[in-house]
């Protein structure tokens, strides 16, 4: 069965500083790999994927994720925060083969000024 | 392309009421899931449909849910009768595509939904 963890509730950072949002997953087979950011009273947008390739992946608004298999780990970075990338954060897994999409928990990030 | 688009914003019904929520994918997208999102369960995939077929329902709660899609351009989720234990946001979102991969997903604004 696939699934997410999302181990951290709420992040916190200072505009400026790097950010960090975690996210393990479990799946069999080959996972596809997604990160999402919904902002309040909108729906999920989508930022960024992993399919295969490259393990450092970047998506929009200058985030990046890296992939390590290893660790079955994804976790969602962004060398410099901004006050409007506060928001909350989900992270996504469907396998080979399947279009259902199992999202985690999700993490709220709050980016101080 | 205007999106995907969900009617109503907000529901509020009675307990026992049937609710039915609407759902407008992107045109030409395939796929169409409904998700419920609350606080306790974080998202919840309900059903998907594939080409206006339901492809896996295993996520909906009970018999009092039900989906339908008559066509590629519009579906409906209802709850009949509605508890409040139904409150929630409920969303729609598409995706088009053959290959897993490409499986982004595009959402709709969600429904909040008050059963009373």
């Known amino acids: 069965a696939q699934s997410v963890a999302q181990p951290e509730d709420q992040v916190n950072v200072a505009e400026g500083n790097p950010l960090t949002v975690k996210c393990t997953y479990s799946?069999?087979?080959?996972?596809?790999l997604f990160w999402y950011v919904q902002y309040p009273n909108r729906g999920l947008q989508f930022l960024l994927k992993?399919?295969?390739?490259?393990?450092l992946v970047k998506g929009s608004y200058g985030f990046e994720a890296e992939f390590n298999k290893s660790q079955t780990s994804f976790h969602l970075k962004k060398p410099s925060a901004l006050v409007s990338d506060s928001a909350l954060y989900f992270c996504?897994?469907?396998?080979?083969?399947?279009?259902?999409?199992?999202f985690g928990a999700g993490t709220r990030l709050f980016v101080k000024a | 392309d205007a999106g995907v688009i969900q009617s109503p914003r907000h529901e509020v019904t009675e307990m026992g009421q049937e609710v039915t929520l609407r759902c407008k994918p992107i045109?030409?997208?395939?796929?169409l899931f409904w998700y419920r999102q609350t606080m306790m369960r974080g998202l919840e995939l309900l059903i998907y449909?594939?080409?206006?077929?339901?492809?896996?329902d295993s996520g909906m709660p009970e018999d009092r849910f039900s989906a339908k899609m008559p066509n590629a351009s519009f579906s409906t989720l209802k709850i009949q009768p509605s508890e409040p234990r139904d409150s929630a946001v409920y969303f729609c979102a598409s995706s088009f595509g053959s290959d897993p991969s490409k499986n982004i997903q595009y959402f709709g604004a969600g429904t909040r939904l008050s059963v009373l």
């Open positions: 996504a897994v469907s396998s080979t083969g399947g279009f259902k999409t199992i």
């Open positions: 992993y399919i295969t390739g490259d393990n």
């Open positions: 449909f594939n080409n206006n077929v339901p492809i896996d």
């Open positions: 799946v069999s087979g080959n996972p596809y």
């Open positions: 045109s030409g997208h395939d796929y």
